[in-house]
């Protein structure tokens, strides 16, 4: 048996090794040359479009209490079991208040369920996108770190 076949010869495998490296050469001083598009993160946040989806947040009603009654419609409807815990206090109805309420961030997919199966429009997706944290503990948010600021929701 001989050897095999070979459709270039030694020369032209150079030359087209050649003209690879200058080809990969002028695409990387092409795009050198290109303005730079790095933002100054953290100093200047970049502008976020009206629908964007971001932290879970709680409402609050006129009076300043949670809007949540624990009725546990966005617990039952999430798909990922990203809203873990929620307790109300012991009253009936729509006096009822949440007590307790869990959300984990690593787990949720922002996918707005929760938010539209909410009877009470009590719970939303803010604009707050920077909710990260060293362990996965960080990412669990409870009702205080969900609550907006009062005096916020009179304003709605």
């Known amino acids: 048996m001989g050897s095999p076949v070979t459709l270039h010869s ?17 695409v990387t001083l092409r795009n050198a040359l290109r303005p730079s598009v790095t933002r100054d993160y953290p100093a200047r946040r970049t502008a976020l479009h009206p629908r964007f989806r971001g932290k879970l947040g709680h409402k609050r009603a006129e009076d300043g209490r949670p809007r949540c009654t624990a009725c546990m ?12 815990e929620i307790e109300g206090d012991e009253a ?48 669990c948010f409870d009702l205080e770190d969900l609550l907006e600021p009062a005096g916020k929701g009179e304003s709605r």
Do not use: M
């Open 73 to 84: 419609a966005c617990e039952k409807v999430c798909p990922t079991l990203a809203i873990r």
């Open 10 to 26: 030694r020369p032209a495998e150079i030359a087209l090794a050649a003209w690879s490296i200058v080809k990969g050469l002028a």
């Open 92 to 139: 009936k109805g729509r006096e009822r208040r949440v007590r307790t309420y869990v959300w984990d961030a690593s787990r949720c997919l922002f996918c707005n369920l929760c938010v539209e199966a909410c009877p009470f429009d009590a719970i939303e997706l803010g604009q707050e996108y920077s909710i990260v944290g060293d362990s996965r503990e960080q990412t």
